[in-house]
């Protein structure tokens, strides 16, 4: 190759930038590795996109767009700053957070939406820099229910209550850019307010919601589809529903904060209902090559409360039920998360580090049984490689190749350089990884350096590689 192909331009752009030699996060070229690729290094084909390795960047929110003007909610320069930079730094799939459906879906006044055509020229932006440098682009597609209409944490954070603790929830007003009146849910009334507090009480963090009707939630169910099409307009390449944390969808899940007597509520059929809905008329408007994540909260840790023991609340057997549905709806991969949907839940959600990984990996296990074809994502408080690397390991693979080295010493030598787990299921497919993200936005890089993996860098950052292990 001549000097100058080394140095082509990612095609489709108004701007240069190269295109890495290697893609970075992957296994460098002819590299000599310290016994074989870990599954975390391996790609995965999902319909019609291949992640490059198993690291995805979970969604997180950054409250960092405009609350009135025409780019309200729009992205900006920020989210290219700080998604892209886990994109050059070799990230499979990088998520852009909670993005309302509609207006009133947003988290904040300062929450990015996607119910508008003027949207999407900046989710392009952020999406195509991400792409340029070899990740996949992720949209999170979601409406915040009840928990709508609320400040940036860092305004909440600054406030203190009567009794002098820190607030973790302000409500954003109209003179804040909230909607007060327009907060929804599957239920109405004060006594739905996420805190349950009173109006008036000077520690309430949430407004009261309006139930939403059955027209109403049809019209939501477009709003969706249409969020969708939008995205795939923006050359996004993998959606995320928003099933979790107490957000809408999962306040119908579960009957600690869905009673209607419609047929939204009651059974499992009808408070999973808004849910398939939402999947099927998503499904129907994206190209059949693209992938449909679902992340839900697979347990609201209610079962040991007064309150879910008299109303019942989504549990593990509940997610595994909702799982096996998944396949034939055309979801394609479950984002298992836990929590959110009730102030008296009875774990803190960040507290035990395998917390939400042993769900997962017992979803995958009931699935796997049943043959169902869902891949499983697993997250939370996945900081460390060779934890990382144990979640997602397929028991054959590190066998498979090593027993693709001919020379029998060093064969043996690969095999015991490497966890050995033939037979064994991995927990998961893929892990997301957020608040490290934050802290570390080259973890990738780090994970492979410490597992002792030789990974391609950016082009651009080649000359200050980790020296090797
Ligand atoms: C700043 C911040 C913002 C978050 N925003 C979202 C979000 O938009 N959507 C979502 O599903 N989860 C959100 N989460 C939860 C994370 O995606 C993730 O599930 C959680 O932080 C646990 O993973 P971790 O231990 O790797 O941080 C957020 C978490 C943080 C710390």
Redesign the pocket.
């Known amino acids: 190759m001549a000097p100058q192909d080394y140095n082509n331009g990612v095609p489709g752009l108004p701007y240069f930038t190269p295109k890495h030699i290697t893609s970075p996060g992957t296994p460098a070229p002819n590299a000599q590795q310290n016994g074989s690729t870990p599954t975390l290094f391996t790609p995965l084909t999902i319909r019609g996109t291949t992640l490059r390795n198993r690291i995805l960047v979970?969604?997180?929110?950054?409250y960092s767009t405009a609350s009135e003007g025409p780019t309200t909610g729009a992205l900006t320069d920020y989210h290219i700053a700080t998604l892209g930079h886990y994109a050059l730094k070799g990230a499979g799939l990088v998520?852009i957070?909670?993005?309302g459906v509609q207006a009133n879906g947003r988290?904040s006044p300062n929450?990015p939406g996607l119910w508008s055509d003027s949207q999407i020229p900046a989710l392009r932006r952020v999406s195509d820099f991400i792409k340029s440098q070899g990740a996949q682009s992720g949209i999170?597609l979601?409406h915040a229910g009840r928990k709508a209409s609320t400040c940036a944490?860092w305004i909440a954070g600054a406030q203190k209550t009567a009794g002098g603790t820190r607030k973790v929830s302000v409500k954003a007003d109209v003179d804040a850019g909230g909607w007060p009146s327009n907060v929804v849910g599957p239920m109405g009334g004060q006594e739905w307010a996420w805190d349950e507090k009173a109006a008036d009480d000077e520690s309430s963090g949430y407004w009261a919601p309006r139930a939403l009707s059955e027209e109403e939630i049809g019209g939501l169910v477009q709003d969706w589809a249409a969020a969708a099409q939008r995205a795939v307009k923006a050359g996004i390449d993998v959606i995320?529903i928003?099933g979790?944390?107490g957000?809408l969808i999962h306040q119908f899940l579960s009957p600690v904060t869905n009673q209607r007597t419609d047929k939204y509520g009651g059974s499992f059929e009808n408070r999973t209902r808004i849910l398939v809905e939402i999947i099927k008329a998503i499904r129907a408007v994206v190209p059949d090559s693209m992938p449909v994540y679902l992340?839900i909260s697979s347990t609201d840790w209610m079962e040991e409360t007064e309150k879910g023991k008299k109303l019942g609340s989504w549990d593990v057997e509940s997610s595994i039920r909702l799982a096996k549905l998944l396949p034939g709806l055309g979801v394609d991969l479950l984002?298992v998360?836990s929590g959110g949907n009730h102030p008296e839940q009875r774990i803190n959600?960040?507290d035990s580090k395998d917390y939400?990984i042993k769900i997962a990996a017992q979803i995958r296990a009931e699935l796997k049984k049943e043959n169902l074809g869902l891949f499983i994502g697993a997250?939370?408080?996945?900081?460390e490689a060779e934890q990382a690397r144990d979640i997602v390991e397929e028991g054959g693979a590190a066998d498979a190749a090593a027993s693709q080295i001919s020379d029998t010493e060093l064969a043996k030598e690969a095999r015991a350089a490497v966890k050995v787990t033939e037979g064994k299921e991995p927990l998961a497919d893929v892990v997301?990884?957020?608040?490290?993200?934050?802290r570390e936005p080259e973890w990738v890089l780090r994970v492979a350096w410490q597992l002792g993996l030789d990974v391609a860098w950016p082009n651009q950052f080649l000359r200050v590689r980790f020296p090797k292990l």
């Open positions: 979970a969604p997180m929110c950054q998520f957070e909670a993005t988290i929450c999170q979601a944490p995320e928003h979790a944390h957000y992340r984002d998360s959600m960040f939400q997250v939370g408080l996945i900081t997301l990884v957020a608040r490290q993200f934050m």
